[in-house]
């Protein structure tokens, strides 16, 4: 289930879908994208397995993943994805953003992750998080900007910061 989708004007949020592996691998093959987090750039075969597996959902029903592929405007080339892993029951989510290099430094990835914020607070989240690389500035600004404050836990080597939401009305 990767979930409805979004926009603001200037960015549309499209449910992820497995023939976005074709677009996306162009957006991912950049080598520094991997500097924080490990790895490397997935091959295009490699994207459309991760994505029919992200597509089909956790499996686990206290568990929702949901993914889209940022698209600049309604017909413009896609940029990167955001990520929401929803724990319904728990009211709570985490979020992940990586904008592809060629298109970093605009607010892109800013812009996105605030809506799916306000997505995942409108489904009731009423606690976010998002893992952050110690050294990985932009996407430290991504998460202040979001309002989230960075706390003393590591998780796999990264930050773990956190925004409590209030209840929408």
Avoid: C, K
């Avoid at 957006?27 to 295009?44: E, I, K, M, N, Q």
């Avoid at 976010?128 to 500035?137: G, K």
């Amino acid at each position: 289930m990767t979930g409805p989708a979004l926009g603001n004007g200037r960015l549309v949020l499209e449910p992820l879908r497995v023939d976005h592996a074709d677009e996306m691998v162009g957006v991912l093959s950049d080598a520094g994208l991997y500097a924080f987090t490990g790895g490397s750039p997935p091959s295009r075969d490699e994207l459309e397995r991760r994505y029919a597996r992200q597509v089909a959902g956790s499996g686990d029903p206290a568990e929702v993943w949901r993914t889209w592929v940022v698209r600049l405007g309604d017909d413009g080339p896609a940029v990167g994805y955001v990520q929401a892993t929803v724990r319904p029951a728990a009211g709570s989510a985490e979020l992940a953003w990586v904008v592809g290099p060629t298109w970093q430094g605009r607010g892109i990835a800013r812009e996105a992750a605030a809506l799916v914020l306000d997505h995942v607070r409108a489904g009731g989240a009423g606690h976010v998080v998002a893992h952050v690389h110690p050294d990985h500035a932009a996407s430290q600004r991504v998460a202040a900007a979001l309002g989230m404050a960075p706390t003393d836990r590591l998780v796999d080597g990264e930050v773990e910061w956190v925004r409590e939401l209030p209840a929408t009305a």
